[in-house]
C-alpha cells in the first residue's frame, strides 16, 4: 500500500507541475513580465529598485494615451528597457520652450500640465514633429533623463508594455502606477 501512495503523490505532483507551466509561462511571456526600476530619471515618480508588473497585452488592444508610464526598447539600445512617460501622440508636433513642453494636435497648440515633475528641464529648445507611428517618451526627472529629446521619436514596435502594478516597496503598491490622464 505505501507504495501505491508515493507512485500517486508523484503522479499528482508532476500533473501540478505540468498545469502550473501552462498557466504560468503564457502569461509571463504573452501578457505580462516583470521590471525592475534602474536609475533616477522617472525620479519621484518611480524610484531606484521599485519592483512592477508590465501588460503586455493592452496595447495590442487599444493605443497608448499621453501621460501613462511605459515600458521600451530604446532605438540606439534595443537590448535594454527603459521607463519614461508617454509626452506626445503620432502625428502630433511636441515643442520645448524654455522647459515648458507644449503639444500641437490638429494645429492646436496647448501647453502641457505636468504635475509629476519635479525638476524641470535640461537642453535647448526644440520641436519634433512625430510620424504615424511614433511617440515622444520622457523621463519625469528632466535631468537625468536619456529620452525623446536624445534619441528622437520611439517607433511604436519598441513599446513592450505599460506599468501595470507596482509591487515593492509594499508601501507603495499602485494600480497603474504614475499614469496621469489628459483629455484626448
Avoid at 513599446?159 to 502594478?165: K, L
Wanted: cysteine-free; overall charge negative.
Amino acid at each position: 500500500m505505501p507504495e501505491a501512495r508515493k507512485e500517486s503523490f508523484f503522479i499528482e505532483l508532476l500533473k501540478f507541475i505540468v498545469i502550473a507551466a501552462l498557466i504560468v509561462f503564457p502569461v509571463r511571456f504573452f501578457i505580462a513580465q516583470p521590471f525592475i526600476v534602474s536609475g533616477a530619471s522617472m525620479d519621484p515618480t518611480f524610484e531606484n529598485g521599485q519592483y512592477l508588473i508590465i501588460d503586455e497585452i493592452s496595447y495590442r488592444f487599444s493605443e497608448p494615451k499621453r501621460g501613462e508610464v511605459i515600458i521600451f526598447r530604446p532605438p540606439r539600445a534595443p537590448q535594454e528597457f527603459y521607463i519614461k512617460r508617454i509626452i506626445g501622440l503620432p502625428g502630433e508636433t511636441v515643442s520645448i520652450e524654455d522647459g515648458r513642453i507644449y503639444v500641437t494636435t490638429n494645429g492646436q497648440k496647448h501647453v502641457l500640465d505636468e504635475p509629476y515633475i519635479s525638476r524641470n528641464g535640461n537642453g535647448a529648445d526644440a520641436t519634433y514633429e512625430l510620424e504615424a507611428n511614433e511617440y515622444f517618451v520622457m523621463g519625469d526627472n528632466r535631468p537625468e533623463s536619456s529620452d525623446s529629446r536624445v534619441w528622437g521619436p520611439l517607433p511604436s514596435d519598441n513599446i513592450v508594455g505599460r506599468a501595470f502594478v507596482r509591487l515593492l516597496p509594499a508601501n507603495t503598491l499602485s494600480l497603474f502606477p504614475g499614469s496621469v490622464t489628459y483629455p484626448q
